[in-house]
């Protein structure tokens, strides 16, 4: 009875294994496979970078038409072409800097140098009452300031209506709702390089954006 059991007996069934060049292999489409995924992730992410700057931007040229149509009182916007800085600043203010700089024998234009001073030195305004800061809102008598920087890695770039590096020309809000007639191209910094062009319209103050 004990041989005949023996000879009946099923042998261990042996589990089967990879072999190295099998996991070599495997690893290796993994490794084709993310370095095919990641390209396409970063140009899905600068353009989705490029996409939210045009949107802020729009808010932004909202907001100036918005302030001078509120206060009654012309609003300059200015940016700074290479670099995510732009200015919000009542005319008035712009006009007096601009009278400065003139005095000093120097003709550039737009803000002084971010975090450089309060605002009451540089803006010669004793009622300011926030100090001038890379990203702020300065309550100042004559109006608001709005001093702030682009999101993500998206800077301002030269523009088909002719701006040049450094400051921009100022591009100025009546109280009416009528604005300059310009262009303001916005880019990607990163490896994936994107860019578009808002054209801001004169008589209306609307903002439409071409792809370039």
């Given at each position: 009875m004990y041989r005949s059991f023996c000879l009946t007996?099923?042998?261990p069934v042996k589990r089967a294994a990879f072999t190295l060049l099998e996991l070599l292999v495997v690893l290796g489409l993994i490794v084709l496979m993310v370095g095919i995924g990641f390209p396409v992730v970063?140009?899905?992410l600068a353009q989705g970078e490029l996409k939210a700057g045009i949107r802020q931007?729009?808010?932004e040229l909202y907001r100036t038409r918005l302030e001078a149509m509120k206060s009654g009182k012309p609003y300059v916007f200015l940016f700074e072409v290479g670099t995510s800085n732009f200015e919000i600043i009542p005319k008035t203010i712009f006009d007096k800097q601009q009278q400065e700089r003139i005095g000093l024998g120097v003709t550039a234009v737009g803000p002084e140098p971010f975090g450089n001073a309060t605002t009451d030195s540089v803006f010669g305004?004793?009622?300011a009452t926030e100090p001038a800061t890379p990203e702020a809102i300065i309550t100042t008598s004559s109006g608001i300031i709005y001093r702030k920087t682009l999101n993500g890695s998206v800077v301002f770039g030269l523009s088909s209506s002719g701006n040049t590096a450094g400051w921009s020309a100022p591009i100025l809000f009546y109280p009416n709702g009528r604005t300059s007639q310009t262009s303001i191209v916005l880019l990607t910094t990163g490896f994936?390089?994107?860019q578009q062009e808002l054209h801001l319209r004169g008589l209306?103050?609307?903002?439409s954006v071409d792809t370039l």
């Open positions: 007996r099923r042998p970063y140009r899905m931007l729009q808010s305004d004793p009622f994936h390089r994107f209306t103050g609307t903002a």
